[in-house]
């Protein structure tokens, strides 16, 4: 995934927000797994991620919220 900022990700359509906050959780997912087997070699992908969810979950509770009635 490429990184984007928080203008990008508001252009995205709900669908896409959700598929990247599950994909980016699925990443989370193998990271930790990589991390307990000791395979994991660039640990700097944890906060990576963890700030791409945020940022993803911030934009999707914001239109949540804009639209109350949805």
Do not use: C, Y
Request: glycine residues 2%; aromatic residues 6%.
């Amino acid at each position: 995934m490429a990184n984007l900022n928080m203008a990008e990700f508001r252009k995205l359509d709900d669908a896409n927000i959700t598929d990247q906050i599950e994909g980016i959780r699925r990443e989370l997912f193998d990271l930790r797994f990589q991390k307990a087997t000791s395979q994991l070699s660039n640990t700097h992908r944890f906060k990576m991620a963890r700030i791409k969810l945020a940022q993803l979950l911030t934009v999707q509770n914001e239109r949540i919220r804009s639209n109350p009635s949805t």
